[in-house]
């Protein structure tokens, strides 16, 4: 089955840090892979997501994220984080198909102003 | 429309109610999906219908029954719970399944005495 994993479950920081957020996924063929975010009160929402090609891929308010093939990794990134960055944070393959995927465990992101 | 709409949003039944979960979707997506999200925890993936054909996640007991109408239509029967089915239900659409993105309802809240 595709799944992926996020190691950073809890993380908290002050306003203007940098941010990385781990995913590995575990499977190979095709490699789609998503981040999607949830505020609080909120859907959840798509943050960005790679399908091909550039493998580093800009999505929704500064936030991007580079594929590394060799790495089976797909971290997300912000150079400068903001209050309103706080949220629960997951990366996932598709859904769908023959099999059931799994979203990441997820990550929940505290900023502090 | 980029919107998926959920009703109720509320719901409190009890072990012996028979309830059911509605989900609508206009952007003529033929993948819809329902999860399952316990707080602090990722969507669980209970069901996909692709174009109208369902694939059934294993795990997921027989008191929970989905049902899709048609192409914009996703239901979820609820028969004979238990208080730990107490949860986010959380209703997606995609414009196909296994690659693209899903849109996110905003849940229906359920709580099962």
Redesign the interface.
């Known amino acids: 089955a595709q799944s992926v994993s996020q190691h950073n479950h809890h993380v908290i920081l002050s306003e203007a840090a940098s941010l990385e957020l781990g995913c590995n996924y575990s499977y190979g063929g095709t490699v789609?892979l998503?981040w999607?975010v949830q505020y609080p009160g909120?859907?959840?929402?798509?943050l960005l997501?790679y399908?091909s090609g550039d493998p580093l891929v800009k999505g929704i308010k500064g936030f991007e994220a580079e594929f590394i093939k060799s790495k089976f990794s797909f971290n997300l990134r912000k150079p400068s984080v903001q209050w309103s960055d706080t949220a629960e944070y997951?990366c996932a393959p598709?859904?769908?198909?023959?099999y059931?995927?799994?979203?990441?465990?997820?990550t929940?992101l505290i900023v502090h102003p | 429309d980029t919107e998926v709409t959920q009703t109720p949003k509320h719901l409190v039944m009890g072990m012996t109610n028979k309830k059911s979960l509605k989900c609508e979707q206009h952007m003529g997506h033929r993948a819809m999906y329902w999860y399952k999200q316990k707080a602090k925890k990722p969507p669980e993936l209970m069901f996909v219908y692709s174009y109208e054909k369902l694939s059934i996640n294993e795990s997921v007991p027989s008191r929970f029954s989905p049902e899709c109408p048609n192409s914009s239509l996703l239901n979820l029967h609820l028969h004979a719970l238990q208080p730990e089915d107490s949860a986010l239900y959380l209703c997606a659409s995609s414009q196909e399944a296994r690659t693209d993105t899903q849109y996110f309802g905003p849940g229906t809240r359920l709580t099962v005495l």
């Open positions: 789609n998503f999607y909120q859907h959840l929402q798509l997501k399908f997951f598709p859904a769908g198909g023959s059931i995927p799994t979203f990441g465990r997820g929940s």
